[in-house]
DNA sequence: TTTAGAACGATTGTATGCAATCCAAGTGAA
DNA sequence: TTCACTTGGATTGCATACAATCGTTCTAAA
């Protein structure tokens, strides 16, 4: 049996190499580890009491990733926080989202329209079924400092229900990199956008793949305006 | 001194990982590794004549660039082509492309503003001349073949240009997707494609944003109905 | 004092060996 | 026949050992 709750998301269980990868990208993500920083294979490992095979690899992964910077034979740092790619990371993730919602939209509508039901289909359609729920009771409680995990949870559980894995994969690149602006600001997203998830939700759901890509165009472009006038001053 | 003339990119003087990362993907875009093609460990090393390690990883970034696709334990297989994800990408990428070059005019525009020259930014310059160059005379000459990776590369180096590597990144992951998707058909984008380099780069040098951005927005829609028209049957 | 050059330490890149895991074929009894 | 179980092979995941490379520092001569 799995532990009953998980207070942080420790992921005990999961390969050491998938392990490591997280951990580092949550501590880049978190400040713990600044911008310039050094990092080093031999003291991740002894750090993690793992060999270095499996740091090299989380390493050369979260490079691809692009939180950090490796040069050969000479080591890694941190990447800095790409803030002056704000706007433009928006505005990819815009068109990015926008057909990952379609996309979803009329997957939903074939899914219903063929008496055959999809098994992966049905299981992402729960778990986000289950994370709106969840996120609603976090609003309630006034518990802002949920939302932003399950803020991601929601867009890239849209992607996967989209069936495409090259849309979902590049969200996945993005969804981590605007995180990475947010930084430690993340309960501040509000509960506005939240509410607005439902609305997309029953779009896609309604297989209306217009109405789903238009609402959540307008979703992210006012996460958009939003970030600019508070971090960027514009 | 390196060999005078590259006939085809071999790469042999580069890091046995990178080598096998970058013969492997091109395989799989050429098509001599089609889609659900299983690959083990052991015989990508074996045919290297290197040892599993290196291939690993290239597997593994592969995996993260999508176009092989590991389960624990049970090896991996070849992605099918993204051909339904076609024009999702192509939006994607226009946001994108759009977003590279407005900065990588208003890098240029700081550039001869300030006094102090950028070694590598003239680095770049000066490669983006060859291949814009080059791209000529292969037009000239008929040799449409050599037009693709002259075309990826002009489009990168805009990229580079821009000075963000997150964009960068981006652009990297799906510019290899939309080589994939033109697979052999590589010859056909046409003189005409070319020939609108020529306008970006100089929106570019002037240091109009606004015309680069327009300009690169247009040229990458145009590819975008080209390939819909022609493949897609739209 | 300055500078060219060599030697050293630190770090990554690669090779090999072993452990963990999965899948499928085979085996036995109901 | 069918189904549960075992068992074997194949493959990846990890650990350890060694080789290649880069920066720096120290030295010695101009």
Not at 32 to 39: D, F, M, V, Y
Not at 64 to 93: M, N, Y
Not at 121 to 139: F, S
Not at 140 to 155: A, G, I, K, T
Request: one cysteine or more.
């Amino acid at each position: 049996m799995p532990s009953p709750v998980r207070p942080s998301p420790d992921n005990g269980d999961l390969a050491p190499k998938q392990r490591v990868q997280d951990e580092i990208r949550r501590d880049i993500i978190l400040g713990t580890l600044p911008a310039g920083t050094r990092i080093t294979e031999t003291a991740l490992a002894k750090k993690y009491g793992i060999s270095r095979v499996p740091v090299r690899e989380a390493l050369h992964a979260l490079e691809a990733e692009g939180f950090v910077e490796s040069k050969p034979f000479a080591g890694s740092t941190v990447c800095a926080i790409p803030v002056d790619d704000a706007d433009d990371l928006f505005a990819v993730r815009e068109a990015l989202e926008s057909a990952t919602a379609r996309r979803a939209a009329e997957q939903a509508a074939a899914q219903f329209a063929s008496g055959a039901p999809d098994e992966r289909w049905w299981r992402i359609r729960k778990e986000l079924a289950k994370i709106l729920d969840d996120g609603d009771v976090a609003v309630q409680r006034d518990e802002l400092h949920r939302l932003p995990e399950l803020n991601m949870r929601f867009h890239l559980g849209i992607a996967e229900l989209s069936g495409s894995a090259s849309l979902a994969g590049l969200l996945r690149q993005i969804a981590n990199k605007i995180e990475w602006l947010y930084a430690s600001d993340v309960g501040s997203r509000g509960k506005q956008a939240w509410a607005e998830h439902r609305a997309i939700m029953a779009a896609i759901d309604a297989g209306h793949s217009g109405d789903a890509e238009g609402a959540m165009g307008r979703h992210v472009h006012k996460s958009r305006e939003g970030y600019m006038r508070r971090f960027s001053g514009k």
